[in-house]
Every structure is written in C-alpha cells, then in structure tokens.
C-alpha cells in the first residue's frame, strides 16, 4: 500500500500531451526548518522515473505548497510560511532532478498562502521555471482584515522584497500580487506557432489580477541564461535566491516594523508627558483660584 496520495495523469493526444504530477508534500515532510525531507525516499523515486518517462508537451507538477518562492525569507523572525525554500536541499533536488530528465515543458501550480502570485527561476534548468500560486477560493489574507486597511495590506506586499515574483503590466496591483479569493487558469492555443500559453490569477468574477502570456519555446533548454553567468556577489532577477538579498534589503519588512513600532512607542511617551503636564498645569491653576 502507497504511502501518501501522491499520483500522475497524461491527458490529449501524442504532439499536445499534458502531464500532471500531483506531489504529496505533507505525509513524508519533516519539522519545517529542519532541511530534512518533503518527499520521503519512496516518492522521490517515483517522481525521478514521472519525470523520466515519455514525454509530453506540457508537465505540470502540482505542489500544495510554493516551490520558487521564499518569502520567508524575508518575512522573518516577523513570520514564517511553509514552503519548498525552507528546506533548500530538497529543493535544489527538485530542480536538479527536472535538469537531469531533460524533460522542457514544466512549470509548477501551488497554493496555501492565501494570496495569489506568479513567480519564475531562471538559473537552473535551463529555462524559466514558474510557479502559479493560487490561494485561496474561499479564504485570502485581505478578507482578514478590515476593508480600509486593504492598502495597507497591499503596501506591505509590495515593500516586502521578492527576487522570484513576475512584475509586469497584466498586474492589478503594484505588488503584482493578489490578496482577494481567487484561481488560477491556464490556457493553451495550441494552434499558434509557437504554442503559446495564457496564465492568470483571476478574481471571484473571472476577470485576471494578474497575469503572464509565455510561449512554449520559452519552455525550452538553454532559452535563458545559467547562474554560471553571475559574478560573485551580483543578485539578478529571477536567479538570485531571497537569503543571498543584502541584509538591509531582506530585512527591510522586519525594519519598518521595529521603527513603526518605536515611533508609536515614542508618540505614546510624548502624549502621556505631554498630559501630564497639562494635568500639573490645570492643578496650580486650580489652586490659585
């Protein structure tokens, strides 16, 4: 009896073959932070012999958490989210594992963190992997919070930095990511030349809040550039991973916060010496009447 519900489907015909690759990253995973395993031994040689096996068009492997992006990284100590770039080994094997199959065409769809974004990695297997986060239908991070501090929600998207997430023009927000109920789609004109792909978080009407229109060529082998092109000590978009940001850039979320909280802290001071002193005031007042 298998262990986990791990699984995989081929749909279409030979020349527009789809492949989804359903990961368990829950029943085998370690304690977060440990850099031990999501997988287990028994699903990552099943996932080696997925990915070695007849090739198809288009694969796409489904994890329920994100595989690109990290922001946990630059996130904490404020908070922590569960993701694949909190066990970096594990992660670096996947990617090694999808450049030794030589297999093009991947790309991931993961969910989890209540809110929707588009990230990619260019320096590893060759050409762009992406990552489609959608999450969630029924529950996302600004339905926690009162409508009028919506901007602020999205403010601190924004500031937060992120080596990983798609910026462009098909963005609602700024931050180019989405923090209403939402899903993802993925639509595929096969009858272009090249194949070309429309992927997009939508809103609850259907209508895109964000988006990235890719070929499939684009999907390919050497289409990008390898990490082997950075000089020591140079971040680029896309490649640089979040931990590598120089401190004061990772941490920036983490600053704005201890100085928000000082100014406040220092604003409260000021008042109650301020009242203070009008109280003292009032008293002599009062007595030399």
């Keep these: 009896m298998q262990a986990g ?36 031994s028994t699903q990552w040689t099943w996932l080696e012999k997925e990915l070695n096996g007849p090739s198809s068009a288009i694969t796409i492997i489904v994890s329920s958490i994100q595989v690109i992006s ?37 790309f991931f769809i993961s969910g989890d963190v209540h809110f929707g974004e588009i990230t990619r990695y260019d320096c590893d297997v060759g050409y762009a992997l992406y990552d489609i986060t959608s999450s969630g239908l029924t529950q996302a991070v600004e339905k926690a919070v009162p409508a009028p501090f919506h901007f602020v929600v999205r403010f601190l998207a924004w500031w937060t930095p992120s080596t990983m997430r798609v910026i462009g023009k098909n963005c609602r927000h700024r931050s180019c990511t989405y923090g209403q109920p939402n899903f993802g789609a993925i639509e595929i004109d096969w009858d272009a030349t090249p194949v070309a792909l429309k992927i997009e978080v939508r809103d609850t009407d259907g209508i895109p809040a964000i988006g990235v229109n890719i070929s499939l060529s684009e999907l390919q082998a050497q289409s990008v550039n390898s990490a082997a092109t950075l000089r020591v000590g140079e971040h680029q978009k896309h490649c640089s991973l979040e931990v590598d940001l120089p401190w004061i850039v990772r941490y920036r979320l983490t600053i ?26 009032f008293l002599r007042k009062c007595k030399l009447d």
């Design 256 to 281: 704005l916060f201890y100085f928000s909280v000082a100014v406040l802290l220092f604003a409260l001071v000021g008042l109650n010496f301020a009242a203070a002193v009008v109280f003292r005031l």
């Design 70 to 106: 990290n922001l946990s990284a630059t996130t904490g100590p404020l908070f922590y989210m569960e993701s694949w770039g909190r066990f970096p080994k594990e992660r670096d094997r996947l990617f090694q594992l999808i450049a030794d199959s030589k297999r093009n065409g991947v």
């Design 5 to 40: 519900i791990y699984t995989s489907y081929t749909f279409g015909p030979v020349g527009r073959q789809i492949k989804i690759i359903l990961l368990d990253t829950r029943y085998h995973r370690d304690p977060l932070s440990s850099d031990g395993t999501i997988l287990g």
